[in-house]
């Protein structure tokens, strides 16, 4: 199951966030998205763990009991599918 973190703070690393998760069960990845020309965090990440059994206790112990990195509390959620994007031509007038 992939898993949405936001509201995390710019400094979280993805340590932190496997060392927060990893007391539910294993875990496939960690990613923070960030900013492909300054390398920021944006705020925003997920994680994957292949048991979903898992994963779902993580989610529902994190809603009831906010996560919190560097003062700040983490938004917990299973991630949506992502979904196809029109393909915008060019247009003509």
Known sequence: ???YLGNLPFNATEDELRNAFSEFGEISSVKVIT????GRSKGFGFIEMP???EADKA???FSKVPLRLHGQSI???QAEKTRKRKKRGRRRY
């Open 75 to 77: 938004k917990v959620n």
């Open 1 to 3: 199951m992939n898993i």
């Open 59 to 61: 989610v529902k112990a």
């Open 51 to 53: 048991n979903n059994s």
């Open 35 to 38: 900013d492909r020309f300054s």
